[in-house]
């Protein structure tokens, strides 16, 4: 594994600069990599949008390096923010909050509503410090493609319309940040994430699992998301090696993505042993998911996670790249089981 933890005074210069300059700089955190631009500079934030592809409608999130500047941006922290925030922050949650006056309609989507994030990772503490403000960050994906964990995912997909990536080798937990709406009577889990629904519950008891539910969260949040270039589906435990044996049989090449060794050696299987840890798992699956995708296979397959809490997140991404690679009338937006 690689970590890199700090950038040089001169990247994190220049990074700077880019930022002054209307620029955009992808930048790791602990999550994903991000795709910034000054929060304060819709022209800036409006080409975060091009060079993704994203429709408009989607808000942002805003980075910040502590909750110092929270009044910037938030009107009125509510009291569950203020308390998840001292649990959490830095580190992979995001909140969302009444936005404040001054906010911009491009960062909210044209919403009354503001996420905003305090990413742990040094790097991104090092570029949010010495910019100085709030920067508005997606993952650096292409919309619709997965969440880049490694520099060269972002150079890779989006090219020259970033003018500076820093590079801080592998994220380290790999998927994205757990996102907690404070706004109503009841906060509420809007994304599984590293930060899980039982930690979120010993600061606020009353915290409800939104994710659990099937409707639209927020816009950006429909259950086809990742589309896989291959058909990717999920495969009970004990059905993985006889399905991967069949169709490989069949003359098809097929990619598995597994939480153990295959039983035999199959002729045309790529077959992943991710492990049964959720954190290295995670922590590979975009990775896993990009090399299985571009390995040319009629049908990646990819064993059934746990049911248990630790892979609640996991769970989420694998069930949307399976909804994402089916007949969009069919998806009924459950983790289901090929039967
Ligand atoms: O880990 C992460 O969260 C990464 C890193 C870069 O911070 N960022 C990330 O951003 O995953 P993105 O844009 O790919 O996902 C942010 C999600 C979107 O689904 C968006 O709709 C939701 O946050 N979101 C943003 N602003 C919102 C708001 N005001 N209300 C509800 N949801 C919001
Ligand atoms: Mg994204």
Redesign the pocket.
Known sequence: MVRVIRATQQEIDSAVQALRDGELVAFP?E?????GANAADPAAVRRIFEAKG?PES????V?LDSPRYLHRWVNDVPSAAQQLAERFWPG?L?L?MP?GANVHEIV??G?D???I?V?SHPMAQQLLTAFGGGIA?????RYGRL?PTRPEHVRDELGDSVKVVLDGGECQ?G???T?V?C?GEVPRL??P?AVTLTQLKTVLPDLTDAAASDAP?????QRVHYAPLSPLAIVASDEIDSRAEALSAGGHRIAVLAQRLPMHTYRFVTWINAGRRPDAYAHDLYANLRTLDTAGCAQILVQDVPADERWAAIRDRLARAAAGSVDPASISGEYRILP
């Open positions: 955190t999550t994903v990599y991000g795709l994203r989607h808000p942002v999130i980075h992979p995001t969302i936005k909210t989507g919403q509503t503001i996420a994030r990413p960050a997606p993952s650096a994906n969440s937990i998927i994205e940040s996102i709406s706004i809007l994304r994430g969260r927020v816009p950006g949040d």
